[in-house]
Every structure is written in C-alpha cells, then in structure tokens.
C-alpha cells in the first residue's frame, strides 16, 4: 500500500492550497484517511480526518480554514487550506487507516510528506 501525497508549496499569508493523497496497493476497505502535519521543531499533530461514511474531524487550529473531503471511488483525500497563516507551515503528512484484505486487521499507513511554507 502506497500513500501518494502532493500539492505542498509556498503561499503567502491569506493564500489557498490544495493537497492531494491517493491511497493505491492492495486497499480492500479504507476505514479513515486524513491529515496530520508537523512543524519544525513540533510534534506531529493531527489536521483533519474523515471516517468512510462517517463524520469529519478538525484540529481547532483548522477549523473553518480547511475542508477535508474525499473521492472514495478513487482511494483519494483532499485538504483545502484557505486564510493560511505562517503558523500553517508544516511537513503535511497523509494518514490512512485501511484493511488490506477482507479477513485482515485495520492498518495505519502514512505519506511520504509534503512541505507547506507560508510566508508574511
């Protein structure tokens, strides 16, 4: 299972991104796919998560500001950031937690990572 993210780039304060994750391999039921992001010298921390079906969960910081949605059709999450802010910059990691198989126990994959910088 691979966890494809891209999108990251620069903006300036007030700026819109758009980040993508496609989620490919052997994927026989995705459970939750969302975001998480870690700045430097922070922990990771979660953005934004989405249960297949189910509600969506925003980080305060993020609520209002980004819009997580999804293409289950095609193992896809998407995170729109609008108002971004300097306190945004963040290494933007793609979370899924999914069942490989029918008979196989739901597993956490992470993204490669895709650097978000927002300047003043």
């Known amino acids: 299972v691979q966890l494809q993210a891209c999108g990251g780039g620069s903006v300036q304060t007030g700026g819109s991104l758009r980040l993508s994750c496609e989620a490919s391999?052997?994927?026989?039921?995705?459970?939750?796919m969302g975001w998480f992001r870690q700045a430097p010298g922070k922990q990771r921390e979660l953005v934004a998560h989405?249960?297949?079906?189910?509600?969506?969960t925003y980080a305060d910081s993020t609520k209002g500001r980004f819009t997580l949605s999804r293409d289950n059709a095609k193992n896809t999450a998407y995170l729109q950031m609008t108002s971004l802010s300097p306190e945004d910059t963040a290494v933007y990691y793609c979370?899924?937690?999914?069942?490989?198989?029918?008979?196989?126990?739901?597993?956490?994959?992470w993204g490669q990572g895709t650097l978000v910088t927002v300047s003043s």
């Open positions: 391999g052997s994927i026989f039921k995705i459970n939750v």
């Open positions: 979370v899924a937690d999914l069942q490989t198989s029918h008979n196989s126990p739901p597993q956490y994959f």
């Open positions: 989405s249960a297949t079906g189910g509600a969506t």
